[in-house]
């Protein structure tokens, strides 16, 4: 069970994307994340008359490593770290330190 899943909507904690909120994409094995609109990298595309794709520079998300990253906690406004819960039925819970729940 993860800390930090694919929809989650987080914040950047450091690099030059620092404090921008975005949604998880994807997590990767490896410890890193893809998150919307952030860590962005110019790409060189060549031109594909076959599928019909134009040339050109385009921008694209780049993974970035899970630990510059905080789930944002809408109550409190700021980016929290994330534990476990065991519940009373023996499921568990994702919480923010501050004792909220994250999955409501």
Known sequence: MNKIRKGDEV?????????????????????????????LAKKHIKPNPNIGEAGGIKDTAMPMDISNVLVFNPKSKKGERVGFRVE????????????DAVDI
């Open 11 to 39: 914040i950047v904690t450091t690099g030059k994307d620092k404090g921008r909120r975005g949604t998880v994409l994807q997590v990767f094995d490896d410890d890193r994340v893809l998150v919307e609109g952030v860590n």
């Open 88 to 99: 009373k039925d023996g499921s568990k819970a994702r919480v923010f330190k501050s004792g």
